[in-house]
């Protein structure tokens, strides 16, 4: 039977009852249907967690009681950031989800030329409190104790100003290296994954990530959709130098 996981933002310790928030109870007392007395797991996004029981204090409202507290690492070997163009609709909130359960440690939304979403003030801070619960949910789910930061999305060419230098790889569906051709000690490095939206990356953009040092890469013969190119790089990542192996 699965442990039900809840994320819990605060500093917690064995013997400490600590309520959960008003969306957090309905969730286990409406959607999940949990009893008083459930076995549950809490983490702090920070790396801890801890073996826990559901305390139902109310009609709408509970609690936890920690009860033991646990060192347990699912982190992935790979530091990776993921430069991902923002796309349209659920795209962008399935490329998060998808590459916190796969093990990215940081995400950088960009907007790039060909960038069809215009969000800004209040809708684009919103946007981004969105995103960071899909994170949280998807850590919940896969047994991730760390929660990626979900950085406040820029503009593609303010990011690069603001680089030196960076390792990683740009896609683009013509380069001429493949994953295979990438030097092993890239994995010893933080590795960045710009990632272009629905219309992809001018050839000025792949140009510009290619002069602070990403290698212009492609993913097979085939042009994959922009929520499906994370999916398969990171995935191909774990397979040769992460924890797939």
């Not at 790396?47 to 992935?76: M, P, W, Y």
């Not at 272009?196 to 212009?216: H, M």
Request: a negative charge; proline letters at 6%.
């Amino acid at each position: 039977m699965r442990i039900p996981r809840f994320h819990l933002p605060t500093a917690f310790k064995e013997g400490e009852s600590i309520p959960l928030d008003k969306s957090q109870s309905h969730y286990a007392l409406t959607v999940l249907r949990l009893k008083d007395q459930r076995p549950i797991e809490v983490f702090d996004g920070k790396g801890n967690q801890a073996q826990a029981k559901l305390v139902v204090t109310g009609r709408r409202t509970a609690e936890v009681l920690i009860e033991q507290c646990d060192s347990i690492n699912t982190e992935s070997p790979l530091h990776t950031v993921l430069l991902q163009g923002i796309s349209k609709g659920d795209r962008m909130d399935y490329t998060i989800q998808k590459s916190v359960e796969l093990g990215i440690t940081t995400i950088q939304p960009i907007f790039t030329e060909r960038c069809d979403v215009k969000l800004t003030g209040d809708r684009l801070d919103k946007k981004r409190t969105q995103w960071q619960e899909i994170a949280i949910n998807a850590c919940e789910q896969s047994n991730r104790n760390v929660v990626p930061t979900i950085l406040p999305p820029l503009s593609y060419y303010d990011w690069l100003n603001a680089q030196t230098e960076v390792s990683g790889v740009v896609l683009n569906p013509t380069a001429e290296n493949t994953l295979n051709t990438l030097p092993s000690s890239l994995s010893d490095t933080t590795i960045f994954l710009l990632i272009g939206p629905e219309g992809g990356l001018t050839d000025d953009e792949v140009l510009q990530g290619t002069q602070k040092g990403l290698t212009p890469t492609r993913l097979g013969p085939r042009i994959l959709r922009t929520e499906t190119a994370g999916v398969v790089i990171l995935s191909a990542l774990q397979t040769l130098w992460g924890d797939f192996r």
